[in-house]
């Protein structure tokens, strides 16, 4: 079982571009979170999605960022004209639809460098 | 809201002393608790986790964590270190909300 698959792994953006992050959650897992990592600092959630709803965006800025789960294909992060302060590690999770526990399985994480 | 402190930053040990790690949480009811490492430029790996029942937890790489609700603390600790432990450690908390709250972590390193 292939665990969470995110890409690309590192991404280059000027300012003002946009940038695009994709997750695969594991097979069978119908839940998906982003969270972002600032340097020297723990990771801070961003949104949580289902299938095609957005659950919890509580931590999303309100500008220029969004995210998506369709019902087919990867979840989707997208930042708009980045800024060099969105420079950071963003990690997808994923959890089964009947975890109790909220247990999350994280991927590798995409590291956005914005120059 | 939930939130989790991390009071060390930055810990050295000696390949094969005892390793405690502290964590403490904030929460009003009982948390769902966890611990994930983190390898430089690695994604989180969990190592336990605590939802109810027994206190003491087992988790992988030999790792385990003691559930305290009267101190609000979930520490981490490994009986003997080895050099391949040397990482980043976070705990976290889930209560209501599915999304985890993260403390700001500790790094372990490992001295031979």
């Known amino acids: 079982n292939a665990g969470v698959m995110q890409n690309p792994r590192h991404l280059v953006r000027r300012r003002g571009q946009e940038a695009r992050l994709r997750c695969s959650p594991m097979k069978g897992h119908s839940h998906v979170y982003w969270y972002r990592q600032l340097p020297e600092e723990g990771l801070k959630f961003m949104v949580y999605l289902q299938k095609e709803n957005i659950i919890d965006e509580s931590g999303m800025p309100k500008e220029r960022f969004s995210a998506e789960f369709p019902k087919e294909g990867p979840s989707i992060l997208r930042i708009q004209q980045v800024v060099r302060g969105d420079s950071a590690a963003y990690f997808c999770?994923?959890?089964?639809?009947?975890?109790?526990?909220?247990?999350?399985?994280f991927g590798p994480g995409t590291r956005l460098t914005v120059t | 809201a939930q939130s989790v402190t991390q009071p060390d930053i930055h810990i050295t040990v000696s390949e094969g002393a005892s390793l405690e790690l502290r964590c403490n949480y904030s929460y009003g009811a009982t948390p769902y608790l966890f611990w994930y490492v983190q390898s430089p430029g690695q994604g989180l790996q969990l190592l336990l986790k605590y939802f109810s029942g027994d206190t003491l937890v087992q988790g992988i790489k030999g790792f385990e964590a003691e559930f305290k609700r009267s101190q609000s603390s979930f520490n981490l600790r490994k009986p003997s270190v080895h050099w391949s432990d040397a990482a980043e450690y976070f705990c976290a908390v889930a209560g209501g909300r599915r999304a985890l709250t993260f403390g700001s972590g500790t790094r372990l390193q490992v001295q031979p």
């Open positions: 999770a994923s959890s089964p639809p009947d975890s109790a526990g909220y247990e999350q399985y």
